[in-house]
């Protein structure tokens, strides 16, 4: 958004127009409470209290706002969306309480991605007061890092290649005092190889490259955030349908998970030191794509049999996560949009979860309840390990069978994560398909306030 203006604010007694929250089962008890022109105005609006409902109320000179909810004692993130989209330009108030959780979806209902289409009716900003003081900055962070994951994933792939993660990770260390490694060329080939493999056949201002952020004190414990870095997938040799490739400017979705994470762990300032590894490609077709059958080095070295080269995020993945397996960390966190298969199993909104400790995926799912983002646990079954057996590689990178794809690729991952460590692997969507209040068709962020409020129950602030 152009408008810079904080969009929550403490309620220091300034004038504020009112919003009323009721559902349809208080409805009829409340409108009692209103004059008889004032309940024509709801009726003549046709509001009677259901959920995302808003309506204008006449009151003398001035006027309040009424928005349906399920339930006004017990709001969720995405209650005042509606109310945040359609109000004019003002300063709100909720009235006989406080917005608590719906502080979120107030700030996202505003959310415009106007890089290249400017909108036909600029709104300005709408302002909700909260006396919950303490909560605002940790509000406008969440959402901001919200914010971030869907300009990132909304912006076309000629402008949000791997040139363009770099910058983005640039700014990111610079605002928070870190270091940043980039590593590209021939250095890429020798310390990265699936990374320089799958992405060799770009253009070259889309040349792969490993992105390496570290913040935090050494003395702390190792938090390791790895995200897929795809910018755009053609499929390479085995390519997408046009269908298919649609879409794909998305697959860096995973990297934008973790950037927005990422800054979020190091704005709050937790008790970590973190390292954010960040494989940046473009799974193009050349002269000098990776082919079927070829056989690719790993940073680990293991050796893997290319069984699809559309099963690419997986390789760049695996050699992020030896590295990252390198700093021997308390925890590993990996975001991908990595399998068609967690969708059809789980539609867009819940994103895959695939962990190697039980404890690790009921602190995530809980955390994601309580935030409106709950992802769904699927598991790692040692029984489909052999479906990755290759007869000239010590492994495979697909399985010749359509079963349980999310969960055979996260077995994939599993072996280049180091032995006994705490992993938790997101497969995630990274795409809203439809709209719905606060939250508009096109990129989206899934499981990122799970893993955020996870990890600041974990390791705390600074």
Known sequence: MADTTPLIQPDKGQDAIAIHLVNRDGFPAWVKKLSAGQRAALAGQK??????????????????????VSYPENLSSWCLAKLAE???????RREGGEPGPALHGWQLGQYVFDRYKKPERPVGARVLLTKEV????????EAGAVRLVRDLVNTPAEDMGPEALEAQCETLAKAHSATLKVTKGDALEREYPMV????????RHHAPRLLHLTWGKETDPVLAIVGKGVCFDSGGLDVKSSAGMLLMKKDMGGAAHAIALAGLVMGAGLKVRLHLLVPAVENAISGNSFRPGDVLASRKGITVEIGNTDAEGRLVLADA????????????????TLTGAARIALGPDFPALMTRRDDTAAALIEAGKAHDDEPWRLPLPDAYREWLNSDIADTNNAHPNAFAGASVAGLFLDKFVGEGLDWAHFDT??????????RPKGGDAYG???????????????
């Open 47 to 68: 509001f009677d209290g259901s959920g995302y409902q808003v309506g204008i109320v006449p009151d003398g000179d001035s006027w309040f706002a009424v928005g349906g």
């Open 86 to 92: 359609t109000l004019p330009e003002g300063t709100y």
């Open 134 to 141: 303490g909560k605002i900055d940790g509000a406008i962070a």
């Open 196 to 203: 320089h493999a799958v992405g060799r056949a770009a253009a």
């Open 321 to 336: 996560l030896q590295r990252a397996t390198e700093e021997q960390p308390e925890l590993i966190l990996d975001f991908a």
């Open 429 to 438: 969507f990274a795409w809203r398909p439809a709209t719905k209040p606060g």
């Open 448 to 462: 990122l306030r799970a893993a955020w409020h996870m990890l600041a129950k974990r390791f705390g602030g600074a």
